[in-house]
């Protein structure tokens, strides 16, 4: 049963545009959502996260947007660059009771110059 | 430089040689864990450690140990490795792991390519 799920595997974007990644989840106990990027021949590197008393978080060019009652979480991307394809996780930590973290599956982002 | 490192970055092995996946962090970090990458399946986690001899089950801890004797060591065993754990494997740490913090950030290791013949 995948908890954190990320529908699209895929995604491509015009440079200069935004990329919207979008992610799902199941369990309501969920309480600190994360992103990460990851490059081919390298490890997952965070990127931006979100408290669930929140409902968004702007770092730079990266927002994430949370919204709970949907259990939605979304990425945005402005301006796309280059640069920025790569594979997108997004996780879920649960800390009551369990110090576990859930990724979803990834989205592989192409911003095309 | 702050960094997770691991050990071997590539293996190769038979089936049920065992074998252990070292992996290092130099920032004091708490909390630790271990994840396997597979393709459509994204990354799941195997095993964590809260601290030092402290450490419980992920997701797929099947046919996995671990320990966590120092604070910044926590290696991957495999007691009897199968063809079904090829994977990209891959050791994360963050100073903690707390309702809210902004500590929660895991920096992950470069990763392991195993491969079980």
């Known amino acids: 049963d995948q908890q954190v799920k990320q529908n699209s595997p895929s995604l491509s974007v015009q440079e200069g545009r935004i990329s919207i990644l979008n992610c799902d989840y199941t369990?309501?106990?969920?309480?600190?959502f994360l992103w990460y990027k990851k490059y081919p021949a390298e490890g997952p590197t965070f990127l931006i996260s979100?408290?669930?008393?929140?409902d968004k978080n702007e770092d730079g060019r990266f927002t994430v947007f949370l919204n709970k009652s949907a259990k939605h979480l979304s990425l945005h991307i402005v301006p796309s660059q280059p640069g920025d394809s790569a594979v997108y996780f997004c996780?879920?930590?649960?800390?009551?009771?369990?110090?576990?973290?859930?990724f979803g599956t990834g989205t592989r982002l192409k911003v095309l110059a | 430089e702050a960094q997770v490192t691991q050990n071997p970055r590539y293996l190769i092995t038979v089936t049920g040689k065992k074998l252990t996946v070292t992996c290092s962090q130099n920032?004091?970090?708490?909390?630790m864990s271990w994840y396997r990458q597979d393709p459509g399946l994204g990354l799941r986690q195997i095993y964590y450690?809260?601290?030092?001899?402290?450490?419980d089950k992920g997701d797929v801890p099947e046919g996995y140990k671990v320990s966590r004797k120092e604070k910044r060591n926590f290696p991957l065993i495999l007691e009897s490795p199968s063809p079904n754990q090829t994977s990209l494997y891959f050791c994360?740490?963050?100073?903690?792991?707390?309702?809210?913090?902004?500590?929660?950030?895991?920096?992950f290791g470069p990763g392991t390519r195993l491969t079980v013949l």
């Open positions: 994360a740490s963050s100073l903690t792991i707390l309702p809210g913090s902004p500590y929660n950030e895991q920096f």
């Open positions: 369990n309501s106990m969920f309480d600190y």
């Open positions: 979100i408290s669930s008393i929140k």
């Open positions: 996780a879920a930590s649960v800390v009551s009771g369990t110090y576990k973290y859930i």
């Open positions: 920032m004091n970090h708490e909390y």
């Open positions: 450690s809260m601290n030092v001899e402290v450490t």
